[in-house]
């Protein structure tokens, strides 16, 4: 049972180091060349425009009461 939460520790510390590997390699890249930077920024403003849009629709949509 310790080998197996030793394995288990082990794959989340290395999961977590190559996460953060990832986002400083795309931060780096992002702030080399411009254009990237500019399409991560658009895709992140069209997913919080559609987000907005989508809980709006979920919100004014009326419930179905089978109760009554």
């Known amino acids: 049972m310790t080998l197996m ?3 288990l520790c082990l794959f ?3 999961g ?3 996460a953060a590997g990832t986002l400083v390699v795309s931060i780096m890249l992002m702030l080399r060349f411009p254009p ?3 399409a991560v920024l ?3 403003w ?3 425009r559609l987000l907005k849009v989508l809980s709006a629709s979920i919100q ?3 419930t179905k009461n089978t109760a009554t």
């Open 5 to 7: 939460r030793f394995l």
């Open 12 to 14: 989340a510390f290395v």
């Open 60 to 62: 004014n949509k009326p």
């Open 42 to 44: 658009l895709a992140c």
């Open 36 to 38: 990237l930077l500019i």
């Open 46 to 48: 069209i997913l919080n």
């Open 16 to 18: 977590a180091l190559a």
